[in-house]
């Protein structure tokens, strides 16, 4: 049973740093990505990491200031997001699937996280 549990969201202020992490069981994926829910709009693929973390991706939006990263000895995903903004807000889930690396369409992703809330306020 595959199990993914998110942890280290919270409120903070545009500029300050957040991260994120993912405990996974239950299997090994090709892919591994932190996808974000912002109110009102559809889930993206904010970040994606090959299980050997030789590829990754980043929307456009967060280039530069997420990092992904993913510890296979651990099992556990990563995002470290800097310098926060109020357009950063809310809820990522981590997810992961069986498909070639980097999946950038959230659709595509197998199994999915509870989410945890991430709120920058200005």
């Known amino acids: 049973q595959v199990q993914l549990i998110e942890s280290g969201g919270g409120s903070v202020q545009a500029g300050d740093s957040l991260r994120l992490t993912c405990a996974a069981s239950g299997g090994t994926f090709s892919s591994y990505g932190w996808i974000r829910q912002a109110p009102g709009k559809e889930r993206e693929v904010v970040a994606a990491i090959s299980w050997s973390g030789a590829s990754t991706y980043y929307v456009e939006s967060v280039k530069g200031r997420f990092t992904i990263s993913i510890d296979n000895a651990k099992s556990t995903l990563y995002v470290q997001m800097n310098s926060l903004k109020p357009e950063d807000t809310g809820v990522y889930y981590c997810?992961?699937?069986?498909?070639?690396?980097?999946?950038?369409?959230?659709?595509?992703?197998?199994?999915w996280g509870q989410g945890t809330q991430v709120t920058v306020s200005s």
């Open positions: 997810a992961v699937s069986g498909r070639m690396a980097p999946v950038t369409r959230a659709d595509l992703y197998d199994y």
